[in-house]
């Protein structure tokens, strides 16, 4: 009670945005754990481009750091919201769960005192559906939920289950079994949410989506003058976070059978991964002789990302499992060729042979071999470069897909008037 009072207050306190009082729709998109997160990439760029349609957008999100502010807005129509809910400070998502609650009172005391009337909810993440579920029941509105990542496949392999586990198959199950339509962001996606999750339920397949231009705006000359690489280096490039799944390890073993004529870089595009995980990667790299070319990148800005894409010859996504491929899409956007696990939403992004390659997961024969190919042939990663450039131009840019998404919510919206 105190955390919704004191959300209230502070509210109070700050200057609004004027409220457009034209029939402009209004989306509420909940994203309720850490806003630098891959999901949080794909909840800021449909809502910029969904305010770009003429919607009004809020962006829901937890404040994790005192000095943020409560609202900022993005861009006419679009803003972020931070609601207090637990410690203002960084939790890791597995124990975010017991302050989903005062979360969901934040959320109604802001909706109370800014008289904010929404017409949807877009949830992302099943942390972020147990809110949309609560909402729903609440306020009667039509709820959209993303799931990101599915607990059916991330713990199909895993030895002990963490104890978040059990309410976590139970939110999934009730998203797609409750929610008005989940959007999946591959067809792989549904097939795993069919299979793992419930039969019941309405799926539609809409990709994820980018804003294109921070990606292709920057020529590799440029980006390696900024970050301090050789024009003449050959650099392999990994972006995400440092957890078993991602496939680093793999990575590593492929790199050791490649000739030392490289430079390694491991970009950490999130503070939500594991130290330990950080060290037994760290000490992989130094039992396979590859430290001195092996560049780690602490987790950075995303207004940082674009030039690590441009400066590098090929971008690698081991991972045993992907359910949305952000970095893969990402990387082609830039311009550049993707090795990738064949698995998942992966499998979808990638064209296997034109805009790069896809290997088997776990199977660093493999991924070396691939590398090489990509490495040895400046022509071809050049070819594959371009088609997948064109490739997300085409498929994955915000502004597709947006409307895709926008034609989504008035469908639901016009059932519930």
């Known amino acids: 009670m105190k955390q919704t009072i004191g959300c209230v207050n502070q509210i109070k306190t700050i200057q609004l945005l004027p409220q457009n009082q034209t029939a402009k729709s209004t989306y509420a998109l909940i994203s309720v754990d850490d806003d630098r997160c891959e999901q949080h990439v794909y909840v800021r760029s449909l809502g910029l481009a969904l305010a770009q349609r003429g919607c009004q957008v809020d962006i829901f999100t937890r404040r994790q750091d005192p000095d943020q502010p409560a609202i900022t807005n993005r861009a006419s129509g679009c803003r972020i919201i931070r609601l207090t809910a637990g410690p203002t400070r960084f939790i890791p998502q597995d124990e975010l769960f017991e302050h989903l609650p005062a979360f969901l009172e934040a959320w109604l005391a802001f909706q109370g005192c800014c008289d904010r009337h929404y017409s949807l909810i877009h949830t992302n993440y099943w942390l972020s559906g ?52 989940v959007v999946a962001t591959s067809p792989q996606e549904k097939i795993d949410l069919r299979w793992l999750v419930s039969r019941r339920g309405r799926i539609r397949v809409i990709p994820y989506g980018i804003d294109i231009q921070p990606f292709s705006s920057l020529v590799k000359a440029t980006a390696r003058q900024q970050l301090g690489i050789s024009p003449k280096t050959k650099t392999i490039l990994y972006v995400g976070s440092f957890e078993r799944r991602k ?12 000739p030392r004529r490289f430079q390694l870089y491991l970009v950490d595009r999130s503070e939500q991964s594991s130290s330990d995980e950080q060290e037994r990667i760290r000490a992989l790299i130094w039992e396979w002789g590859l430290e001195g070319i092996t560049t780690f990148a602490k987790p950075i800005p995303p207004q940082q990302l674009p030039a690590y894409y441009a400066a590098a010859d090929v971008c690698v996504v081991p991972s045993d499992y992907e359910s949305l491929g952000l970095v893969a899409i990402e990387a082609m956007a830039a311009g550049i060729p993707v090795i990738a696990s064949h698995v998942g939403g992966l499998r979808h992004a990638v064209i296997h042979g034109e805009t790069g390659l896809l290997v088997p997961p776990s199977n660093p024969e493999a991924l070396a071999y691939a590398l090489w190919a990509v490495l040895s042939n400046s022509k071809l990663a050049r070819s594959w470069g371009e088609a997948g450039s064109k490739r997300v131009q085409l498929h994955f840019n915000s502004a597709t897909v947006a409307a895709r998404i926008h034609q989504l919510y008035r469908s639901l919206t016009q059932i519930y008037q």
Do not use: N
């Open 247 to 258: 496939g680093i390890e793999t990575l590593i073993k492929a790199c050791a059978q490649l």
């Open 130 to 181: 147990w809110v949309g579920l609560q909402l729903k029941s609440r306020l009667k509105l039509p709820l959209v939920h993303t799931y990101h990542s599915i607990g059916s496949v991330k713990y199909e392999d895993t030895e002990p289950m963490p104890r978040i586990a059990s309410a976590r198959l139970v939110v999934e199950w009730a998203c797609l079994q409750e929610a008005d339509c």
